[in-house]
């Protein structure tokens, strides 16, 4: 018999004080105004409905830029403007069909395939990653059309973590495979749900390789395909596709700011991407990071917070097939010398939201975790050193400690990139919960700040 | 200036240890069993396709009994029993009408309801709650349909406590207003979600009062009503239903265990329940339940865990207007003097798992806090005293310690007790996820124990 002394955990709190009843107090205002008297879930409504799909360079994103400059100045925050970015302008034809043995599948042409130039037709052959590639052998790819079929781990408990595990074959499928002599490519989409609807999203070509159409099958039909492939190998694939790469194009991040009152030259940057893909509504990716972050200025601004510093709510563009929004902004804060307290981004769901994650020092993600107690009440739990996001990303080089919102994660890839990322699959509490933990967040970084040189003391004033 | 020294969140956690790599490995398994190969998802699409709704009383009920036995006999565990349990027979008539100046609105009996006797036609006069009725006087309620319109209050996080919060008007609508000599009762359904089905949900009259129907209105109509009256304070509202209740029948609880390998007379009981209302499926309430209780049991058989104590899987029938099952399974386990460890119940939906409450002594709450970081890796935050379970409830007095499953619970009353309330709206990773971490906690439970003497040792073999 082994005797384990287990000690209970033990949890050394705030002792109760003026400032942390104030903290809470400011807390609670922030999720009374996105329950009660939100704005998010209609401004969601709006985005998806009035404007729709908004992928880089077409009439929709612009149409989603005015959309946002219209709604930022209605709030009458101190400052709106437009940031010029130049896009990528890839362009969906108007022929998508692949399928097998004369049967259509459900497809989605992935973003920047090249036109399949009329139709292909080839054999097969099903491979789960690059080095079965390797394995199988030119004599055997050569002309044919690969079928990656990896499918996302259901082990694993964090789904974006899963789709991690597999995106490759969508960015760099059509690469590797046209190494090997390959034609074309069918790509398994990136989800868990077994549905009819393909999943796009954006892959590239390496230099130097001959560029090979790309195409995404749903769940569906890659089960299908792959169970028809055991039975019959010889099955004759076809694709006939004409998307294009188009002239670059000028497009702008959104951004709107309320000035601070102490430091107003120190900025919090926050934002989600207002391009999408363009299928669907990006309802979720990411017109739920959008409205997030919209609501967070305007309910800090409905309550009548004084920020300490410069907030700065920004709608990047191009996340999805460039990221040359949030590449443009952090050149431009470099140019001007501006200095960024922290950047925090939503582009993970409208769904329930879980916590955060910051990238930053080992203090920083303490200095987070220190709020634990007050966020707690609002069933935020996950407090961890981890990802912050795609557009606030190239701020990294400038020493910016960056914190992604964490929505919960079970349901965000059934929708992404796919034709059911529409306003009807987001729930209206989530979504609010969620611009009130953005704002929430928002809100202490402003008081307190995330120093790398934290040392467990903070100043209050 | 105030200088506030903050101490950061101190964990002290396990040191790692044999026991706890066991306790990890274990729980891994558990997970991997329910998220890759799990029957959790196929058997809720039956028990909701193939039985459907089942109230107590009715023949779907019976299927149901006969549907739970089946399946449990096929998983081939120690025993699989009927326990007799008397239920009541309320039946929805064919006739369910109801509306306003002529106009039908979207409307369920509540269980339990009278027969309105023919069409009740008869002005309408709201109030938000019992008080108001008092305020308002005999004078202003006598001969009149009263609409209780009171909302779910949106600031609660928690929609549970906010369904709490006025699901007496539903319970006790009826018997309040015919004090006041009202003829009829329209309640706003208990919802956040605002559609149009209307949530049924039982009620029951005081001894003494005349006995009047009453009906919930959806969320649409309840706000179209009261808008109407606003403008249109003599509008008629009418009811025309003709439920009735019958006398009582003869069900079962279905009961399933795998007998403890050292103590096999002290038991662990976990369930969910086997009836639901008549309308949907009871998908989530309490389908989701069901199928989370019988695949805990499954998979700690498939993964070869040998329990210490007995594992009983109970599904209980009669949770949704009597609790017979609750209480006779109760009163059968005292009268054969039966120990019982701890009792789990799963009856608040498949979403995903959140973590678990209990009802039982400060110790006990310990004990299940001392579990949180084995726990974490699956998502699972949430370990507070609280709320055990409706079904388990009478256990109390046997001071058993109740644990519930927390599911996220924001959806949750969009589809409480309503037509959405069916498989289709319920995800599948979150089901498994949710019966997975049923799974662990009853692990957890049956190699520590929950000893109300716990004292912070545990004794491992």
Known sequence: MIRVVLLLSLFIVFSPSFSQNEDSLEIRKIFDEALVEGHAYENLRSLCKDVGARLSGSPEAEKAVEWAKELLEG???DKVWLMPVSVPHWVRGDIEEAGVNGKAMSIKTLGGSVSSNGKIEAEIIEVQDFEELEKIGQENIEGKIVFFNRPMEKRLISTGEAYGGCVKQRWGGASNASKYGAVGVFV???????????HTGSMGYEEGVDKIPAVALSIQDAEMLSALLKEKPNSLGYIHVNSETLPDKQSYNVIAEIRGSQEPDKIITFGGHLDSWDVGEGAHDDGAGVVHSIEALRILKEIGYKPRYTLRCVLFMNEENGNNGGKTYAAVAKEKGEVHIAALESDAGGFVP???????TEEQVMQMQSWQALLKPYRLHLFEKGWGGVDIGPLKEQNVPL???????????????????????????????????F????????KYGLDSSFNGEIILD
């Open 439 to 446: 704002a929430a967040m928002i809100y202490l970084v402003d």
């Open 403 to 437: 914190i992604g919102l964490r929505p919960d994660d079970q349901r965000y890839f059934d929708h992404h990139h796919s034709d059911t990322d529409v306003f009807e699959n987001v729930h209206k509490r989530e979504l609010e919960l969620g611009a009130a933990s």
């Open 75 to 77: 709030y009458q925050f």
């Open 354 to 360: 879980r916590g955060f994650t910051i990238d930053g």
């Open 188 to 198: 398994r989409s990136m989800s868990h749900h077994k549905d009819k609807h393909a």
